[in-house]
């Protein structure tokens, strides 16, 4: 009887929760108790207990408000050209869950995400989790399993009390700072900054490629002690319409090619990569042909994506000002003779109304989709949006991101384009409905 309790105990300890990555991603949803916690503590207790918190790997954490994932989509890149194990942890994602967690620029598997979140379910005990919570300790788990040599980790939200944050930064990167997710970092652009500068450390090299950082971003490293390199003042770039240029004190890289041919911006976050790479040189060197290679064949999903054809369409995640600034910048770039059709969908969080200013200004006709997400906000809310504005504008409504498309498809000329933007979901969308 006792060889039979033991057998039995032996099947249940050896049993997943679930089987299924769906599964996983649904009960994750509904754990805990909020969709967002900011803190450490619980996410701490459970990679100590998983034994994550003094790894192997080399750690260079990426901070901002936009431009963070095109930055490490970079870094990624050059590293891996140099012939690096890289481990990336980015989010949210656009398709599929994996692509948030990647080893050597391939997406993990359903297999080992499921295998990865059991370890952390059991390490768990009775610590309740959030969803983000869960991804990001997977992504450390496996960059474990995989023997990475470096792990480029994406902050999710702010950075002090970040996921993430509970390693500490080898490097340290803080891309352009802006206005967003007030509920949880503030109103201004010092709050915020300080709360970027969380993922700094004492003598850890910290880089910002905002040419106009916060001073409270500047505060902090002089209290941490932590050395900061920043665009304009110890590093440079300049460009024209075939390349650009990065300079140091030191060292001057001309000819360079440009990441995207019409996102300025791009130019931008490879600067601050390129400034990252140069701290961390002494111990992974780069050459400038892995750098030049990885410009050059920089491409980014869903960031001023052009899908050619008769009538082009353009994705772009941008869902805050400043990312829909340089939307605007760079659909200004590309001649259109035609009609631009926005379609816009966005989260509830964002401010929905300085984001259609900016669109307003080479909007021809508005196409409003209701995201069916528990974040989404409707289409009739981002309607009244605009028209506060005045004017009688040429609006439509929809329930989906499909339904949009297929009405704009059938009503455009040859000389139109198609904006699809305002979030990763109303991107994601318009990508399946394309494919």
Same mark, same amino acid.
């Given at each position: ?34 969709? +967002?916690?900011? *803190? ?29 994932? @095109? ?15 890289? /481990? &990336? ?31 952390? %379910? &059991? ?11 869960? /991804?990001? #300790? ?17 902050? =999710?939200? *702010? ?10 930064? $080898? ?6 700072? %802006? ?29 910002? @490629? $905002? ?6 971003? #500047? ?36 000819? #360079? ?31 400038? %042909? ?6 050059? @064949?920089? &491409? ?8 050619? =054809? ?5 994705? $772009? ?31 509830? %969080? ?35 949006? #605009?028209?506060?504005?005045? /004017? ?19 009503? @455009?000329?040859? $000389? ?11 991107? =994601?969308?318009?990508?399946?409905? +394309?494919?």
């Amino acid at each position: 009887m006792k060889s039979k309790l033991k057998k039995m105990n032996d099947v249940s300890a050896n049993r997943l929760r679930f089987r299924s990555l769906e599964k996983w991603l649904q009960w994750q949803e509904s754990l805990h108790f909020t969709a +967002i916690e900011l *803190g450490l503590e619980r996410c701490r207790r459970v990679a100590n207990n998983m034994g994550l918190l003094n790894p192997s790997y080399n750690v260079i954490s990426v901070a901002g408000t936009n431009g963070k994932g @095109s930055s490490i989509a970079l870094l990624d890149r050059i590293l891996l050209n140099a012939g690096y194990k890289v /481990g &990336r942890y980015t989010s949210p994602h656009l398709l599929r869950y994996n692509e948030r967690i990647c080893i050597n620029g391939i997406s993990v598997s359903d297999a080992e995400l499921c295998e990865s979140f059991d370890r952390i %379910d &059991r390490a768990r005990g009775d610590i309740s989790l959030t969803y983000f919570e869960f /991804g990001t #300790l997977a992504a450390l788990d496996l960059f474990r399993q995989h023997d990475v040599q470096l792990a480029i980790l994406e902050v =999710g939200l *702010g950075g002090r009390l970040d996921a993430v944050n509970i390693l500490d930064a $080898d490097a340290a990167l803080v891309t352009s700072i %802006d206005i967003d997710h007030q509920e949880w970092l503030g109103n201004d652009r010092e709050t915020i900054g300080r709360e970027k500068a969380g993922i700094f450390r004492n003598l850890a090299p910290a880089i910002c @490629s $905002d040419p106009n950082p916060p001073q409270s971003l #500047l505060n902090c490293s002089e209290a941490l002690g932590t050395p900061i390199s920043l665009l304009g003042r110890e590093y440079w770039f300049d460009y024209d319409d075939i390349s650009w240029s990065w300079s140091t004190p030191d060292m001057c890289l001309e000819g #360079l090619p440009r990441p995207m041919k019409y996102s300025d911006f791009q130019i931008q976050n490879a600067s601050g990569v390129l400034m990252v790479l140069n701290k961390i040189q002494n111990e992974y060197p780069v050459s400038v %042909d892995d750098i030049k290679q990885g410009l050059g @064949s920089f &491409r980014l999903t869903g960031r001023f994506q052009i899908i050619p =054809g008769d009538i082009p369409k353009i994705l $772009d995640v941008a869902h805050n000002r400043e990312s829909m600034k340089a939307l605007v910048n760079n659909l200004k770039m590309i001649s259109c003779q035609g009609r631009t059709h926005i379609i816009l969908g966005m989260l509830k %969080d964002k401010d929905h109304r300085l984001v259609i200013k900016e669109l307003k200004e080479v909007a021809s006709s508005w196409h409003f989709v209701t995201i069916s997400h528990n974040r989404g906000i409707e289409a009739k809310i981002l309607t009244s949006e #605009l028209r506060s504005f005045g /004017g009688d504008e040429n609006v439509s409504e929809y329930t989906s991101v499909k339904e949009a498309l297929d009405k704009i498809c059938k009503l @455009s000329m040859p $000389d139109d384009r198609i904006v699809i933007t305002g979030s990763f979901y109303t991107v =994601g969308s318009a990508i399946q409905y +394309i494919n």
